[in-house]
Every structure is written in C-alpha cells, then in structure tokens.
C-alpha cells in the first residue's frame, strides 16, 4: 500500500516539475506583446533619418538582412532584406543605442503604418515596450550547413 502512494507521489511531483519546466520555457519564446514578427537579425546600414530632428526624438534608419525567422505573421524570409525605422529619445541614447554594422540579435518588429509604394512591404517599425536584443551567448537559431560540392573531395 504504501509502494503505490509513493508511485503516486513521485509521478505528480515529476509532473509538477515538467509542466513548471515548461512553462519557463514557453514564456522565454513568447512574442512580444503586440509585435508581428520576430526576426532575428544583422544590421548592413544604419543612419539617422533624413528629417529627424524635427522633434524631441531622432528616427534612425536600419537596412537589416533577416537571417532567421523566430515568430511572424508577416510573409518575410530568411535572406530578405528589409528596412526597419527607430527612435532615439537624445542624441546620448542615439550614439549608444544605434546598432553598428554587422550587429546581430533579435528585432521585434511591425509593419511601418507611414510606408507606401510596392516597398512598403519591406518597412518595419519597433514593436512597442520591445525593440532590438542582443542574442543570449549562443549561436543564432540558423545552422550553418556546407554540404559538399558534388565532384569535390
């Protein structure tokens, strides 16, 4: 009797700590709140917009390749080129905030509500409260494959 009490007691506690397992694993890959896609990301260009300055934020301008795609409802690929507009609160968080070349992490992103034309499928914005992280200390979610060259050795 007591051996089928402690089989009972060992199979909730091991179910107990799967689901909390889980759980900690399912809200780390959650979405942003209220971003369309989750990319990850490397920066070719970047540059302080045009017209900003106009206010008391700076709008930058990033031409991001998409190497992966995490989480989208947006038809994006990897190896998509896109263009992804931002803003700076000062010219101080402007300098430490602007991504250099060749950056990667992840970008939560939105359709930019300002594009127009056939390019426009290609802007983004900053998801709110979110924006551009850096990757934790491990490859990108890509897997670099070579696959032999046929004839080669």
């Excluded at 490397?42 to 989480?71: F, N, T």
């Excluded at 101080?92 to 991504?99: N, S, V």
């Excluded at 426009?120 to 494959?145: C, H, M, Y």
């Amino acid at each position: 009797m007591l051996q089928i009490y402690s089989l009972r007691i060992a199979t909730l506690s091991a179910l107990g700590a799967l689901s909390v397992l889980c759980g900690a694993a399912w809200a780390e890959q959650a979405p942003a709140v209220g971003a369309a896609a989750t990319l990850e990301v490397k920066v070719l260009e970047a540059q302080v917009a045009p017209d900003s300055g106009q206010g008391e934020r700076d709008a930058v301008l990033y031409q991001m390749q998409v190497i992966s795609v995490l989480r989208s409802t947006i038809p994006v690929k990897p190896g998509d080129t896109i263009v992804v507009r931002s803003h700076a609160l000062s010219k101080e968080a402007l300098d430490q905030g602007l991504r250099p070349l060749g950056w990667i992490g992840t970008a939560y992103l939105n359709p930019d509500p300002n594009a127009s034309g056939p390019e426009a499928r290609w802007q983004f914005v900053i998801a709110n409260g979110t924006g551009l992280e850096d990757l934790p200390p491990t490859p990108p979610s890509v897997k670099w494959i070579e696959y032999p060259r046929e004839g080669a050795k």
